[in-house]
């Protein structure tokens, strides 16, 4: 090989993975990212206990493993700073006023005072609301960032994941038929 053609060959080598790097966010940008696998469908929720936000005003209790059995509820992962979960906490108020589901609410990584602000300007679905500051708990969940949202049949099972936040479609269309399913099992 000459000389001239190994420089050739080292010069298109950046271009060649330039290319390759194009492909596969081309090939991904269609893709639906609620699709994405969850360990935790089917399993036990593990086992944890949350304070309530510090300085709650409203003294509503945190929660923990515990209060979710009994009855099918729902976990809602939710943040103050998430822009998302602002959309679709107008779903969570409606399941609070038109259903008899448990809402809890699991506050990621927020500042107590954010976050109530947001629950005293949006409403508070919540029959009760965790603060989880470091994270953990929601590493335990398999959340893979704000919002998330789970139903929990009334053995402590999760049933249902949605990654993102809520729409019309996924409300009508997932949540809902998913917390009938865990109420009929």
């Known amino acids: 090989?000459?000389?001239?053609?190994?420089?050739?060959?080292?010069?298109?080598?950046?271009?060649?993975?330039?290319?390759?790097?194009?492909?596969?966010?081309?090939s991904?940008?269609?893709?639906?990212?609620?699709?994405?696998p969850s360990v935790m469908l089917n399993k036990p929720v593990p086992e944890f206990v949350?304070?309530?936000i510090a300085s709650?005003?409203?003294?509503?209790?945190g929660f923990s493993s515990a209060d979710l059995l009994g009855q099918v509820s729902i976990v809602n992962v939710f943040a103050s700073w998430c822009i998302p979960c602002r959309?679709?906490?107008r779903f969570f108020v409606d399941l609070a006023k038109n259903s008899d589901v448990k809402i809890y609410?699991?506050?990621?990584?927020?500042?107590?005072?954010?976050?109530?602000?947001?629950?005293?300007?949006?409403?508070?679905?919540?029959?009760?609301?965790?603060?989880?500051?470091?994270?953990?708990?929601?590493?335990d969940w398999g959340v893979y960032g704000v919002p998330e949202?789970?139903?929990?049949?009334?053995?402590?099972?999760?049933?249902?994941?949605?990654?993102?936040?809520?729409?019309?479609?996924t409300y009508i269309n997932g949540l809902l038929p998913?917390?009938?399913a865990a109420k009929a099992n």
Do not use: C, W
Request: hydrophobic fraction near 40%; charge should be negative.
């Open 87 to 89: 959309d679709e906490h």
């Open 28 to 36: 991904t940008i269609n893709r639906d990212t609620t699709l994405l």
């Open 50 to 52: 949350l304070p309530a």
């Open 1 to 26: 090989m000459t000389p001239q053609l190994k420089r050739g060959l080292l010069m298109s080598l950046p271009l060649l993975v330039i290319a390759a790097m194009v492909g596969l966010f081309a």
């Open 149 to 169: 949202t789970f139903v929990v049949n009334a053995q402590g099972i999760i049933t249902y994941k949605q990654i993102g936040p809520l729409n019309e479609d």
């Open 56 to 61: 709650d005003q409203t003294n509503q209790p």
């Open 105 to 139: 609410g699991l506050n990621q990584k927020d500042a107590p005072e954010n976050a109530l602000q947001f629950l005293s300007e949006l409403g508070n679905p919540y029959d009760a609301v965790g603060a989880d500051t470091r994270g953990r708990v929601s590493i």
């Open 178 to 180: 998913a917390i009938e």
